[in-house]
């Protein structure tokens, strides 16, 4: 199974980045995804989720409000916009175990490789 994120980058604190992950149609279609991320020194945190509809997202209190998670039956989407620099990390997406999606990466059963966001100030 693979999941390849795309779409991370350097940018100032204020603009926009949209990520996208592809998975296999077969792997997710019926499955919830959902994004984390993890910053230097840190350990890997919940950004945002969403069923395997598309529907009921949930996210982090931190990016609620600045971040959309959107999919299709077999990609992941994360618009970021007003991006800060404590949004700085190497962002996930993984499939979830169950339908829905979930905030405990516990709850995921397949990860991708990371994609590096940076935003200075």
């Known amino acids: 199974v693979q999941l390849q994120a795309s779409g991370g980058g350097s940018v100032q604190a204020g603009q926009s980045l949209r990520l996208s992950c592809a998975t296999s149609?077969?792997?997710?279609?019926?499955?919830?995804l959902g994004w984390f991320r993890q910053a230097p020194g840190k350990e890997r945190e919940f950004v945002a989720a969403?069923?395997?509809?598309?529907?009921s997202p949930i996210y982090a209190s931190s990016v609620k409000d600045r971040f959309t998670i959107s999919r299709d039956s077999a990609t992941a989407y994360l618009q970021m916009n007003s991006l800060k620099p404590e949004d700085t990390a190497v962002y996930y997406c993984?499939?979830?175990?169950?339908?829905?999606?979930?905030?405990?990466?516990?709850?995921?059963?397949?990860w991708g490789q990371g994609t590096l966001v940076t935003v200075s100030s």
């Open positions: 969403i069923n395997w509809r598309g529907g």
């Open positions: 149609r077969r792997t997710s279609s019926n499955n919830g």
């Open positions: 993984a499939v979830a175990r169950s339908a829905t999606g979930a905030s405990r990466p516990e709850d995921y059963i397949y």
